[in-house]
């Protein structure tokens, strides 16, 4: 009685990690002309306003899961916006697909409009609130989510930390000096931190379960005490080049020891697909010499990203007693594709030829747990 699926001429591997991304911005990708600063005022923030209505929201998810699911995407690390019911909406849409999930209520107290905002008490409050009712139960996790240092009070940013200390399985996710102007800006309302990075640290916010998204414009010191908390980076190669914030240097950030994540930070990123995530961090590599192997890049978006989420020994891999998050890859999904895998000698050639030409008509299908969700 058991169904079958013929996949010839494809690949079977564990589904994708994407290690940062903004759900609530699917409809701001490929917003024209501005950096950072002015990218956040002028298109994200009105867009996240809408979340406040549960409805809004609910579909938002719907449909970014199922852009997830169609670029063979099973887990992410996901921000929803300042309004509780945007979680709320994310988490029900996650159980009833039963997707390995991490997201959490975005927290900002300051230099933003008052739609957007929370104050210590409620970000506090609605986090706690949010942990107990969704974190562990089923596949969802929660991350306490302080957008960066610039919209947070240093009261709210002791509250983070504090979270942190309350569930030491929780995560913490945020983002750090991923444009100058942002890391200048940084220096006026912190005067007195050494850094950025030193912001977060003095707040209790570094740790092995906590991922900062960009992390571009550091210094020695910064990328040192990263290593020594095990603090991770999540690089999003497509958000750095479609803001023009600056170009990560992954291989400095391995050779100081610091565990890096791909992520597609949609929408800073232009894609919601591993394969342009890879792609990307490719060419940015090449840029300052190092060349990103595929066998790296396929494992950071698997393998190796379910390890720095603690998630290791449940996803990431194709064996036995792990959760089956699996895709199927079309190794020949377009005439060019076709052609160029005619050239290609051993798997590591296939997976490049994927990671720098493939999309999401690639993939064929994608299993939650064992059960076909997407084809
Ligand atoms: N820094 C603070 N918020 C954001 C965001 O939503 N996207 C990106 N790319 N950077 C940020
Ligand atoms: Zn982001």
Known sequence: ???????????????FVDGHVHYPQVSVIASFGTQLLEWLEKYTFPEEARFSEFNYAKKAANSFLNLLLANGTTTAAVYCT??????EAFFEEAS???????AGKVLMDRNAPKSVTDTVKTGYEDSKQLIDKWHGVGRNLYAVTPRFAPTSSPEQLEACGELLKEYPDIYLQSHLAENMEEVRWVHELFPKSKSYQDVYAQYGMLGSRVLYGHAIHLTEQDL???AETGTKYVHCPTSNLFIGSGLFNIANTWNCGVDVLLGSDVGGGTSLSPFATMKAAYEIAQLSGFSLTPEEAFWMSTAGGAESLYLGDKI?????GYEADIVVIDLASTSLIKQRMDRAENIRDVLFTQMMLADDRAIKATFVAGRIMYS
């Not at 300042?82 to 979680?87: E, L, T």
């Not at 990431?316 to 036995?320: A, E, I, K, T, Y």
């Open 1 to 15: 009685d058991t169904e079958h699926h013929n996949y010839n001429n494809c690949l079977i591997m564990p589904g």
């Open 316 to 320: 990431g891999r194709l064996d036995v």
């Open 224 to 226: 040192a005490q990263a």
């Open 82 to 87: 300042s309004h509780p019911q945007s979680v």
């Open 96 to 102: 009833l697909r039963n997707q390995r999930m991490i």
